[in-house]
């Protein structure tokens, strides 16, 4: 019965795959780019290793344990990616419950599920994790025989984090929901990828490349003492392929053997459990507590304004999906000072504008696309929102006030920082930060006036919020409109009147925020939903 079960988990995810090509074409478009990603980290860890090679303080062993090490990281992206995947998969299923009224035994339904959820981890694996052994495999100069021995090692690690997932998932449903468990799991993913690609912009590597104007001996040294072997999954893989390079064969079946041995025990350990765990009583729901309705009352006509407002703030707050892009925004706020170049100059120089520029283009994306995600946020239901005794333009004026809230105080923080680092003095500082709040609400505005155009009412993914002209068509526009204002200033600068072009500043952002609120108002009353 297992070889039926798993050949319909394989056709499932055949289909899914296919009806997803077929039906949205940028759902191609991102599998090319997702392809293109494998080989845009083999293009530059190849020639990187090849360097370290050539170093005789470095050489192979050094080559080994930073793959071994990036390893460990991957390890850790594939258990938090599964995790998610397992409280779905073994508690929250539509078919489970379908599974279990067929004669078949607990302990194949559940393996079958475990394989389900590996293979869902495949592809993050091959995108991140296979390119770094490729690589290392090539600075080594590795046979060809030694790529077999690195699908069969990939192979056994993969469902070594499925396990440990899985071990951690069941743990949580004896204390907490599975629902609640599952939304926190999805949120400390995407902390975790946040947090990795800030500190992947923050560590650059060229502090380990020799070849680097940028390359620092004492790095080497550091990561050299920082990075020891250990007993752990990641370090048998990387070092069975090195065995395997030097012909040393007993060393290579040993770490085979750990490999195989823990994800057996890992499965075996996961499955028990979890039939276990039918005998035991688990809480599927959230567990809502009642609170007191809060009385927004109908005197003031900001108390409705407000309640829209916490709405959205709490569908933000509890789709994780959204929370994601809106911290992923924030934190590429928050490191665009530290990983560009600014020409530090004197205050109200042109020098000192530019380097300014790279927050401010960021500023304007990261305010229009939060805009394009907030006005759909009750998909179709949003038509009986507007049945509510509240204008148009108190809807309209929540979406906006919503991206303000999300984006301004990282983009407060980031003038900040960017300020310290060019000697900025406090007026100037609090210069920026107005023009940069400025842009905030510019590109707020634009991202509303596209989304009222071109949003899909009838969305299941917040990528799809919007259809494909407006995906591709707002950045362009919101970068004209800023562009305009930023002529504005230099032209000022340029000029040495400042004040004047702050002025004009000011009210053609005035003029951006009326003009796209009037345009956005004639387009929503003509919208239909039936």
Known sequence: ??????KNVFRTLFANFRGKLVKKKRALLTLLGLAFFPFLIMSQTVDLFSVWMHIPTMGATFVVRFVATSFFAVLVLLCLTSLPSVMHHFFLAPDLSLLRALPINKRTIFLAKFVQVTLGTVGMYVAVGLPLLVSMCLALGAAPSIFAIMLIASLLFIFIPTGLSAIVAFALARLF???????????ILGLFIVVTWAGLQLVRLSRLNPASPDFQPQAVRDFAAWSAPGPLPSDWLVNSLYAATLAQWQTVGLNLAALLLSAAALACLAIVWRVRLDHKDIRMDAGRISKTARDIGTRSFLRPALAMLRK????????????HSSLLLGAMLLVSPFVTSADV?????????????????????ASSTLARQGLPLERLSLQYVLQAPVSLTSVLMTKIVRALLLIAPFTIVACLI???KTGTAVPGAALAIAEHLSFVLCGAVTGSVVAVFTTNYAWSDPRYMTNALGAYSSTFIVLAVGAIGMSIIMAGELLGQQMVAFLLFFIYVFLVFWIGLRVSLARF????WT
């Open 1 to 6: 019965m297992l070889p039926l079960l798993l």
């Open 177 to 187: 929901s599975v629902v609640k468990m599952r939304r926190l799991a999805t949120l």
């Open 418 to 420: 960017t300020a310290y």
């Open 312 to 323: 959205d703030m709490q569908v933000t707050r509890r789709d994780s999906r959204l929370l």
């Open 525 to 528: 009353r003509k919208l239909q």
């Open 345 to 365: 100059g004197n205050p109200g120089t042109v020098g000192l504008f530019m380097s300014y520029m790279p927050l401010t283009i960021l500023t304007l994306i």
